[in-house]
């Protein structure tokens, strides 16, 4: 089992940026890809990006294609995610999760390939 814990949610006017971190802890972090997700009131919860455990492989939603960034810290047990350019749209509550199988080549986008998640970190983007 791992332990995940987001931080770094808040309130921004759309156009501005935060920075999501996800510290993990109780397993081995750096054998597991990690994911982003995020779920908006009353819709399904959706992928936002994950990366390889080695962090040589990234994948996005193309909602945040060139504007999120997704970035991990081995030494650190910690994952993050560089959001900038905000829209309103990407109002949610944003959870990690770290992958079911280790040292997996190429990232999962679905969530059921993810078996530890985090509480969750709100993020409301004004207009």
């Known amino acids: 089992q791992v332990q995940l814990v987001e931080s770094g949610g808040g309130l921004v006017q759309a156009g501005g940026s935060l920075r999501l971190s996800c510290a993990a802890s109780g397993r081995t972090f750096n054998r597991y890809a990690m994911g982003w997700f995020r779920q908006a009131p009353g819709k399904e919860r959706e992928f936002v990006s994950t990366i390889t455990w080695s962090g040589g492989h990234t994948d996005y939603a193309d909602s945040v294609k060139g504007r999120f960034t997704i970035s991990r810290d081995n030494a650190k047990n910690t994952v993050y995610l560089q959001m900038n350019s905000l829209k309103p749209e990407d109002t949610a509550v944003y959870y990690c999760?770290?992958?079911?199988?280790?040292?997996?080549?190429?990232?999962?986008?679905?969530?059921?390939?993810?078996?530890?998640w985090g509480q969750g970190t709100q993020v409301t983007v004004s207009s």
């Open positions: 999760a770290s992958d079911a199988l280790s040292f997996r080549d190429v990232p999962a986008r679905s969530s059921r390939e993810y078996e530890n």
